[in-house]
């Protein structure tokens, strides 16, 4: 039954799809959302850095409605990622967020017809691959790691992520590369 899934569920390292739990990955995430994220779903979702979603996309956390709660952090990350009260109205009530609202809302980074999903998906990931992999750890290194740090304290936060940038060919490579007027060439080192 309901309850035997979730047992099974708590037990998959890093949780639900093996990120709902994980807290140690510092490559980018990037959700491709084409039809119903709910439960298990919505809460791979948010724990991504990057939603894409069709216009046909729904979110939503109906465990309630089942006598369950959203225990692989979806309880936790909604309220950290929307305004308090609309992450409570949807997850005391089960209510469904259509992708056009959950990008209102800041949820959903964009929403593409639902044959464009995966090609919008890949556009974000090649975005992200022009840009230094070092740079794109040590950024995703420092929210994670800082999100619920005073800011005082925050920025002051030397983490192993920015010291390897702090320490890379790929940090003279940009400013190189810049005043050449010519695309960096990453080494990763």
């Not at 309901?2 to 890093?14: C, E, F, M, N, T």
């Not at 959950?102 to 044959?115: D, H, K, S, T, Y």
Request: charged share 20%; proline share 7%.
């Amino acid at each position: 039954g309901p309850q035997a899934l979730r047992s099974q569920l708590d037990a998959i390292p890093g949780g639900f799809g093996g990120l709902a739990k994980r807290f140690d990955c510092l490559k980018p995430i990037i959700a491709a959302v084409n039809g119903l994220a709910l439960g298990g779903g919505f809460e791979i979702a948010l724990a991504s850095d990057i939603i894409v979603a069709s216009t046909e996309a729904f979110f939503g956390l109906p465990e309630p409605r089942v006598g369950m709660i959203a225990n692989q952090g979806g309880v936790h990350r909604l309220p950290r990622q929307l305004p308090y009260h609309l992450a409570m109205g949807l997850m005391l009530t089960g209510d469904r967020l259509s992708a056009v609202e959950a990008a209102r809302l800041g949820l959903v980074n964009q929403v593409v017809e639902p044959a464009r999903v995966m090609e919008a998906a890949l556009s974000w990931a090649g975005r992200i691959l022009e840009c230094a992999p070092l740079a794109v750890r040590a950024s995703k290194e420092a929210v994670m790691r800082a999100i619920d740090l005073p800011l005082d304290q925050a920025v002051h936060l030397v983490l192993p992520g920015l010291q390897a940038l702090r320490d890379s060919e790929d940090l003279k490579e940009g400013p190189r590369a810049f005043a050449e007027k010519r695309k960096p060439v990453w080494q990763g080192k």
